[in-house]
C-alpha cells in the first residue's frame, strides 16, 4: 500500500523558514516522479514543485521560484520542501503527491502570521 | 499558463440522478507523445483529494463505474451516471501536459 506521510508544518513569521518532508513507502519511490501540491484554506489546489526521479530536475510554480526548493534522498524514500521568505499567501496544507496525482499524503498546514 | 475553466462551479443534485462537470482548457492539451494529460480529482469534505481518471478517460482503481471521462483537445467532461451520497465533493480537473500543471477552479457537488 502506498503510503506519504507529511510532517514539518506549522506557524512561522512571514520572512521565516520551514522544511516540509514527506516520507515514502509502498511503492518504488526511486523511480516516481513527486511533488509538492498546496491548498489554501477554503480555496482549490496548486502544483507547488515537481522533482524527477533522478532529482536533477525541478520545476517551481512562479509563485515560489527562487523560494521554496524542493529535494529528495532516494536512499531513504524521502521528498523534502525548504520553503525561505514566507509570505501569507503560502498559507496551506502542504501535500506530498506522487506521480501526476496518483497518490497523496494526508498534509500538513503551514501558516505564515504574525 | 494553461488556465483550466470548470463548468458548473456548484451543481446540486439528486440522488440516482446523472450529474456532468465541463473543463476547458486555454491551450490543446495533447503532449508531443500523442497523449493527453487530463486528470479528473474528488476531495470530500476534510479529505485529500482523490484521482478518480488519468488521461481523459482512464479510471483508477476502485472508483466506481458510475464514473466516466470523455473529451480531447481543450474539451472535456466528467460524468457520474447515478449520483450517490458518497458522491458529495468538490470535482477538480487537472492538465499535466504544459508546466506549470493547472487546475480548474472546483465543482461543488451536493444532494439536493
Known amino acids: 500500500e502506498v503510503q506519504l506521510v507529511e510532517s514539518g508544518g506549522g506557524l512561522v513569521q512571514p520572512g521565516g523558514s520551514l522544511r516540509l518532508s514527506c516520507g515514502a513507502s509502498?511503492?518504488?519511490?526511486?523511480?516516481?516522479?513527486m511533488s509538492w501540491l498546496r491548498q489554501a484554506p477554503g480555496k482549490g489546489l496548486e502544483w507547488a514543485a515537481h522533482?524527477?526521479?533522478?532529482?536533477?530536475?525541478?520545476y517551481y510554480v512562479d509563485s515560489v521560484r527562487g523560494r521554496f526548493t524542493i529535494s529528495r534522498d532516494n536512499a531513504k524514500n524521502s521528498l523534502n520542501l525548504q520553503m525561505d521568505s514566507l509570505r501569507a499567501e503560502d498559507t496551506a496544507v502542504y501535500y506530498c503527491?506522487?506521480?501526476?496525482?496518483?497518490?497523496w499524503g494526508q498534509g500538513t498546514l503551514v501558516i505564515v502570521s504574525s | 499558463d494553461v488556465v483550466m475553466t470548470q463548468s458548473p462551479l456548484s451543481l446540486p443534485v439528486t440522488l440516482g440522478q446523472p450529474a456532468s462537470i465541463s473543463c476547458r482548457s486555454s491551450?490543446?492539451?495533447?503532449?508531443?507523445?500523442?497523449?493527453?494529460?487530463l486528470n479528473w480529482f474528488q476531495q470530500r469534505p476534510g479529505q485529500s483529494p482523490r484521482r478518480l481518471m488519468y488521461?481523459?478517460?482512464n479510471r483508477d482503481s476502485g472508483v466506481p463505474d458510475r464514473f466516466s471521462g470523455s473529451g480531447s483537445g481543450t474539451d472535456f467532461t466528467l460524468r457520474i451516471s447515478r449520483v450517490e451520497a458518497e458522491d458529495v465533493g468538490v470535482y477538480y480537473c487537472?492538465?499535466?501536459?504544459?508546466?506549470?500543471?493547472?487546475f480548474g477552479q472546483g465543482t461543488k457537488v451536493e444532494i439536493k
Open positions: 503527491v506522487k506521480d501526476g496525482g496518483r497518490s
Open positions: 509502498g511503492f518504488a519511490f526511486s523511480s516516481s516522479w
Open positions: 522533482v524527477n526521479p533522478d532529482g536533477n530536475e525541478k
Open positions: 491551450q490543446s492539451l495533447v503532449y508531443s507523445d500523442g497523449n493527453t494529460y
Open positions: 488521461e481523459v478517460s
Open positions: 487537472m492538465q499535466h501536459t504544459h508546466w506549470p500543471h493547472t
